[in-house]
Every structure is written in C-alpha cells, then in structure tokens.
C-alpha cells in the first residue's frame, strides 16, 4: 500500500508540493551575502573580523516586513565528488559579531523547501538573530541515511562538513551550534549527536529521538525532544507505526539501515541522561494542557535531557500552523507549546 497526495510519515508530501512555489528563494554561490563590515557598538576589531566569539543572551526583535522565507537562499557545497544542496537564512541582524548556528532536517520525502513551511524556524532565527541552515537529502523520495550505511549517501560526512566550514561561510559562534529535525531528520539528529558530539552543543529531535547501536558521543548531550504519545509512524511506546509501512520505498531504506531499533521515547530519553551522567530525574510536570515536561538533572557539564510528551498528539511539530492542513494524516496537533520557542530558550542554555 503507498500513501497518494499525502503527508508522508517521516515528513511531508503530496498535497503539500504545490507549497514548493514559496519556498526558497535560489541564487549562486557567489552571491553569498557577508558581514557588515562596521563593527556593533562594544565590539572589537577582532569581533568584526569575525574571529571572536559571540556572548550573552541575544533579544528578541519584531519579524521584518516580509516574509523571512522569502531571504532564504539555496546554496551547494561538495561532499567526497558529490553535490550537496542546502537553504541558508541569514537574519536581519547578522553582522560582525558570532551568533548561534541551528541545523533543521526535513523529515522522509518532504524534502527541505516543505519542511521550511513546516518548522518556519526561519521566523525564529529571524526574531533571535541565529543562522539557520536547511540541508536537503537525497534520493526521488528524500531521505536521511541516518545511521550511515555504506551503501548510502554520505548524510553523516555531508552535516559534518557544513559544521566544519561553519567558521569561513558563517559569522558564527563554533560553541553554538545546534542540531533539530522532524521524524527522520529527528532520528539522523540522534544519530549526528552521536557522531559530532565534540562539535554540537545541543540537539533537539521533534519525533523521532533514538539512540542507534553503538553510539558513544564523546561528551554529554543536551537533549531536549518533542513526541506525541498518539504518533502513527514512530511510536512513542517503540517502533515504527503502521503508518510508516505505507510509505513509498520505505522497505527498501529500512533495509539497509543498521542499528536501528526504536525503542520507547521515554527510555531513549533515560539513556541518553545516563550517558551525560545525570543523577536526578525522570521528574514529570504538566506544561500546559496536553503537554508534560520529563526531564533528568544534576548532570555532567549540565547536559539535561528532557521530552515534553503530548498526550494524544499525533506525529507532529508542536506549535506549526502548518500541521492543521495535514492532521488528516499526521495526527492531533500540538498547539499548547511551540517547540521552536521550547528549544530555543534550551539552546541558550547550552554553549559547547
């Protein structure tokens, strides 16, 4: 059975396609806009070189007349002989000083343009003053090799390159860089906190938190997840739901992944707060609603691991306006929290 003009499980299709019209805008390479050259107020030669690093707390601004979408721009870089695509937002404010660097991954077959519509955490980076960047996968139907099997796309090698060049495309901060995604892109985050944790100074995967065989981040992980307890595709209480089973091609993917064995989010979320060596929790407090915040403390350099659980969610990013035009597929919405304000303010908590 194939899911037609649908919401894919890991992501968005289908129906949604016909948004792709206001996605990203595209220019070259070449066209890449740099940091003004006058420093801010305070800052030093150093800091409008952009050699710095950024401090404090950044505040919040109104969102620029148009729609920040809008300023997105698709961008390439090379992977091992291989062309990569991404969309980069670069903020109203982005200038001489470091500011954050947030990487959101698209979930299976929507693809980076629908999932900017979906997330809309460019109006976030926008009213914070963060980059973000929004890689795009491979393959007709995209999708995440998210545990790296050789007979894949290099995903892992293609991430950990934007973060190595971070530095020279970027004004950005080296400490602070952070890592979220929806359901596949969720599961390939897991999966680069594991790879890259000398890199990323916190995750934040929105249904889809594992913790693959075989994973041994070198340092402690901030995590903070996001998972609907009514998720069809990856079960909160373990496995992929039968939803995903509909998915085009998603046998053939399955197949080839190895060590994945999606358990249920509330033990994920144990493991990892043993990983960072957190001594106190799980303590459960209701948010707001349907929502309850579990959350492990006292941990190693401060790497808390929390979930906020939606009781009754479906497969869902909390707080998307988006998710009511597709309920029909991925389940009740989340609307008592917005995870992009959640994770935000997790974010600032955390600098590598």
């Known amino acids: 059975m194939r899911v037609r003009r649908a919401?894919?499980?890991?992501?968005?299709?289908?129906?949604?396609?016909?948004?792709?019209?206001?996605?990203?805008?595209?220019?070259?390479?070449?066209?890449?806009p740099t940091p003004q050259t006058v420093a801010a107020p305070g800052t030093t030669?150093?800091?409008s070189a952009c050699r710095g690093l950024a401090t404090g707390t950044s505040t919040p601004t109104k969102d620029a007349a148009t729609d920040p979408l809008t300023r997105a721009v698709d961008r390439t870089i090379n992977v091992g002989g291989v062309e990569r695509t991404y969309a980069e937002f670069l903020p109203a404010r982005y200038g001489a000083t470091p500011v954050p660097l947030v990487i959101d991954l698209h979930g299976y077959q929507e693809g980076n343009?629908?999932?900017m519509l979906h997330s809309r955490l460019v109006n976030t980076a926008e009213k914070y003053g963060f980059v973000a960047v929004t890689p795009q996968g491979t393959g007709a139907v995209p999708f995440w090799n998210f545990s790296g099997q050789v007979s894949g796309p290099d995903d892992l090698g293609f991430v950990g390159k934007l973060i190595d060049e971070a530095a020279t495309t970027w004004c950005v901060d080296a400490t602070r860089i952070y890592v979220t995604g929806l359901s596949n892109g969720a599961l390939f985050t897991s999966a680069l906190a594991c790879r890259y944790a000398d890199k990323i100074a916190a995750i934040a995967p929105v249904a889809g938190l594992d913790r693959l065989a075989g994973c041994a981040p070198s340092k402690p992980m901030p995590v903070v997840a996001f998972h609907g307890t009514d998720d069809a595709f990856v079960g909160y209480n373990g496995g992929l739901g039968g939803a995903a089973s509909a998915l085009p091609g998603i046998e053939e993917l399955l197949k080839g992944e190895t060590g994945l064995d999606v358990k249920p989010v509330e033990k994920t979320l144990e493991v990892w707060a043993k990983s960072n060596g957190c001594t106190t929790g799980p303590t459960t407090m209701l948010v707001k609603g349907i929502v309850s915040k579990i959350s492990y403390g006292d941990c190693k350099d401060g790497a808390i691991a929390e979930l906020y659980s939606a009781k009754g969610g479906g497969h869902v990013w909390?707080?998307?306006?988006?998710?009511a035009s597709i309920s029909a597929?991925?389940?009740?919405?989340?609307?008592?929290?917005?995870a992009n304000e959640v994770m935000w303010a997790f974010f600032e908590q955390h600098h590598r």
């Open 7 to 32: 919401v894919s499980a890991f992501g968005l299709a289908g129906t949604a396609l016909a948004l792709f019209s206001v996605g990203c805008s595209s220019s070259s390479p070449s066209a890449r």
């Open 45 to 47: 030669a150093a800091a």
């Open 318 to 323: 909390p707080g998307s306006a988006f998710e």
């Open 329 to 338: 597929v991925t389940g009740t919405p989340v609307d008592d929290i917005d």
């Open 113 to 115: 343009k629908i999932h």
